[in-house]
């Protein structure tokens, strides 16, 4: 009688390959539509259509309230982390005081006694006299922080009773981050962009939405063209517009205003709701089967 094919032996005692694609679990691929990637005239902050757009120079777009208050915040968190910091060199400044002068105070009382004390003191380490009288092997040497240990904590293996490392502040920087970016931002480097509308009756009469075209060719601004925006004026053109005729003219061709090639700033291409985008939109979902309850254990891995 023939084998029965791997695929349609159901009496193992694991599940196989393909009876756990089956079920759901492994690397599941999925290309993301249109409603999955973020449109070009959102805010990249509240992903809602712009109101005031202010572009950075690498071509992030925000709404001018959402960047002003994601820049505040920042420097809300800097000043706090800059007094935490403040607060923690003050400490140990007066820390290391102390120290000192507890040291001196020891070394005077230690010189007081080997002077003027009934029984002299010895510093030899072969010569060492602990509190009960005990000196050489016999003696144990406690240091000031284990007898402070002893004295304070009652239960010392118990996790309330022990103490806590001092937690470490480091110095935080003080430039501003770009949320979308993560490059060094000021509000100065930022610059309102200006979309031309499209004005005719029967995109109107087609749709409620705003549409935007690019000013020189007439074409709908959408997702897969390249736009540009020119940082002097603020005005937006498609790629191959920007450059066959502003980058050649070195002049805008609405307002006229004269540009270098350093005031084009290609615009970043809308985005998806995962955590990183690109060309290649697509989804990964990973599930891993558990091991002896037959359940699986759901760890999402979203990738474009």
Known sequence: MPQRHSKNNNDLAFFTYDEKRKLGYGTQKERLGKDSIKPFDSCCLCLKPFIDPLCCQKGHVFCKECILECLLSQKKDIHRKLAA????QKQEKEDEEERLMLQKARELDAFDQQNHG?????????YSRDKNGFHGANSVKATSYEEEALRTMKAFWLPSATPDAPAKV????????C?????????????????????SAQKKHKSLDKS????????????????????????????????KFVAVDKVCVVCDKPCKDRNLVNLEK?????????????AKDFKH????SGLGLVRPAMKT
């Open 118 to 126: 009934p029984v002299p003191q010895y510093n030899d380490k072969n």
């Open 289 to 292: 089967l558990g091991s002896g």
């Open 170 to 177: 480091e110095a935080p920087s003080t430039s501003t981050i």
């Open 179 to 199: 949320p979308e970016g993560k490059e060094k931002i000021k509000m100065k480097n930022l610059f309102p962009i200006h979309f031309t509308e499209d004005t």
């Open 85 to 88: 910091h403040t607060g923690q």
């Open 212 to 243: 935007f075209i690019c000013p020189s060719c007439k074409v709908t601004l959408t997702n897969t063209l390249s736009l540009v925006a020119l940082s002097t004026c603020g005005h937006v053109f498609c790629k191959k517009c920007a450059g």
């Open 270 to 282: 809308g985005g998806t709701g995962f955590a990183g985008h690109g060309d290649n939109l697509e």
